[in-house]
């Protein structure tokens, strides 16, 4: 059964620092796109923030994050990363990875596998 599992979220004080994880197991993340999806509210909509594609080319699709998030992925431990900096109280959310194959995408709909988020608060 396809799983991704997101870790890495928690409380984190404005400027700081926070290294999201996506594992996946029974799917290859190296011949998936692989996106960061934010919801800030629960029933809210969501948000594809960045995507990284199956040959490692990464597509931001949200401005506010470019210079301060970044995406990658470790094909042998199967994981994708977002490394997050100089975080913002607007940035608090779940945050989600999903995948898709082919292209990445800014339609949340548009991706096929899911995990479960991971809460990311910012806060003093």
């Known amino acids: 059964q396809v799983q991704l599992v997101e870790s890495g979220g928690g409380l984190v004080q404005p400027g700081g620092s926070l290294r999201l994880s996506c594992t996946a197991s029974?799917?290859?993340?190296?011949?998936?796109?692989v996106a960061w999806v934010r919801q800030a509210d629960p029933g809210g909509e969501r948000e594809v923030i960045i995507?990284?594609?199956?040959?490692?080319?990464?597509?931001y699709f949200t401005d506010s994050v470019k210079g301060r998030f970044t995406i990658s992925r470790d094909n042998d431990k199967n994981t994708v990363y977002l490394e997050m900096n100089n975080v913002k109280p607007e940035d608090s959310a779940e945050y989600f990875c999903?995948?898709?194959?082919?292209?990445?995408?800014?339609?949340?709909?548009?991706?096929?596998?899911w995990g479960q988020g991971t809460q990311v608060t910012v806060s003093s």
């Open positions: 029974e799917l290859n993340l190296e011949a998936s796109a």
């Open positions: 995507c990284i594609s199956s040959s490692g080319g990464t597509t």
């Open positions: 999903a995948t898709r194959y082919f292209a990445c995408d800014s339609i949340p709909r548009r991706f096929s596998r």
